[in-house]
């Protein structure tokens, strides 16, 4: 589509204004994306009021499957086939999903203690019961969990199959909507580097730092929706795992996402592109290396922006 704006007097305001009317009604939603600075950060782009989260393992499919389905309840959703053999097993918290998929190349792996490596190193989940929880460890035959009273909750850290850390925090007579919930714990090398990202590029709703008895730091929360990103640091020099584990979050205009990237000089693992028919992504790492990936659905791009976001 070509427009020619003349120069006549009191023209040129009206020819503007209609010119760019042109482009957002042409595009829908891709106007932000050609300006590129528009937006401050991603989060007028999020779609889904929550976060995903995907792990990546290296032990059998089985294993994970039991645990994180059969153990940990979580329910089952539809698995993916990736291609070349490989699956993605998803299951539901409220309107979140863990995704489970196999180790793939090129991203650096680490096993230990939340204190001990960089990276994606805690999944939090929360429970109404503490018993029955615990009987559903025993009889898969898995050690029960060592709970620990945390003000008025009862918390404890277990490993899933893979070795990767699991937090269980059981909230007796909590609202429903409390077991709907998602934390995700990572470990940084630079807390003012990595609170400025999960902030000010991805736009996540800062709480204030609350202390955690049981890793012995201070953690940040980050909100949007049912999912918090909590941030601590243990300081420099561990090593870094940068495969184990991700963030997805769900936008209806992956353009944008894709251009204030760009604009932010924030590094891109794998840039703007299809992928699965119509999904269209872009992965983003934050300061760490951990990623960070904005998926464009069908639904979200037909439905555009909500009508508000839960933060």
């Given at each position: 589509?070509?427009?020619?704006?003349?120069?006549?007097?009191?023209?040129?305001?009206?020819?503007?204004?209609?010119?760019?009317?042109?482009?957002?009604?042409?595009?829908?939603?891709?106007?932000?994306a050609?300006?590129?600075?528009?937006?401050?950060?991603?989060?007028?782009?999020?779609?889904?009021?929550?976060?995903?989260?995907?792990?990546?393992?290296?032990?059998?499919?089985?294993?994970?499957?039991?645990?994180?389905?059969?153990v940990?309840?979580?329910?089952?959703?539809?698995?993916?086939?990736?291609?070349?053999?490989?699956?993605?097993?998803r299951?539901?918290?409220?309107?979140?999903?863990?995704?489970?998929?196999?180790?793939?190349?090129?991203?650096?792996?680490?096993?230990?203690?939340?204190?001990?490596?960089?990276?994606?190193?805690?999944?939090?989940?929360?429970?109404?019961?503490?018993?029955?929880?615990?009987?559903?460890?025993?009889?898969?035959?898995?050690?029960?969990?060592?709970?620990?009273s945390?003000?008025?909750?009862?918390?404890?850290?277990?490993?899933?199959?893979d070795?990767?850390?699991?937090?269980?925090?059981?909230?007796?007579g909590?609202?429903?909507?409390?077991?709907?919930?998602?934390?995700?714990?990572?470990?940084?090398?630079?807390?003012?580097?990595?609170?400025?990202?999960?902030?000010?590029?991805?736009?996540?709703?800062?709480?204030?730092?609350?202390?955690?008895?049981?890793?012995?730091t201070?953690?940040?929360?980050?909100?949007?929706?049912?999912?918090?990103?909590?941030?601590?640091?243990?300081?420099?020099?561990?090593?870094?795992?940068?495969g184990?584990?991700?963030?997805?979050?769900?936008?209806w205009?992956?353009?944008?996402?894709?251009?204030?990237a760009?604009?932010?000089?924030?590094t891109?693992?794998?840039?703007?592109g299809?992928?699965?028919?119509?999904?269209?992504?872009?992965?983003?790492?934050?300061?760490?290396?951990?990623?960070?990936?904005?998926?464009?659905?069908?639904?979200?791009?037909?439905?555009?922006?909500?009508?508000?976001l839960?933060?």
């Amino acid at each position: 589509m070509k427009f020619q704006v003349r120069r006549t007097r009191g023209a040129l305001l009206p020819a503007l204004v209609m010119l760019a009317w042109a482009l957002v009604s042409s595009t829908p939603g891709r106007a932000i994306a050609q300006a590129g600075t528009a937006e401050s950060s991603v989060a007028p782009f999020l779609w889904q009021p929550s976060m995903n989260v995907f792990r990546r393992f290296s032990v059998d499919r089985p294993k994970m499957i039991e645990v994180f389905g059969g153990v940990l309840g979580l329910k089952p959703l539809e698995t993916f086939n990736l291609g070349g053999g490989s699956q993605m097993t998803r299951f539901g918290v409220g309107t979140s999903e863990v995704k489970l998929t196999t180790t793939v190349p090129r991203r650096r792996y680490e096993s230990g203690k939340v204190n001990e490596v960089i990276g994606l190193r805690l999944l939090t989940f929360f429970f109404p019961d503490e018993a029955a929880l615990t009987a559903r460890f025993t009889g898969s035959g898995y050690p029960a969990p060592r709970f620990q009273s945390v003000g008025t909750r009862r918390v404890a850290l277990v490993t899933d199959p893979d070795g990767q850390w699991v937090e269980l925090v059981v909230v007796p007579g909590a609202p429903a909507e409390t077991f709907d919930r998602i934390e995700v714990g990572i470990t940084v090398s630079d807390l003012a580097k990595s609170r400025t990202f999960y902030r000010e590029f991805v736009g996540l709703q800062e709480l204030p730092p609350v202390e955690d008895p049981l890793l012995g730091t201070t953690k940040y929360p980050f909100r949007h929706g049912t999912t918090t990103v909590n941030l601590w640091s243990f300081g420099t020099g561990l090593p870094v795992d940068t495969g184990s584990a991700g963030i997805q979050y769900v936008v209806w205009n992956v353009d944008g996402v894709d251009s204030l990237a760009k604009a932010r000089n924030i590094t891109i693992d794998q840039p703007l592109g299809g992928a699965f028919g119509t999904l269209r992504t872009v992965w983003l790492e934050d300061p760490d290396g951990v990623t960070n990936y904005f998926a464009e659905t069908a639904r979200a791009r037909e439905e555009g922006r909500p009508g508000s976001l839960v933060r």
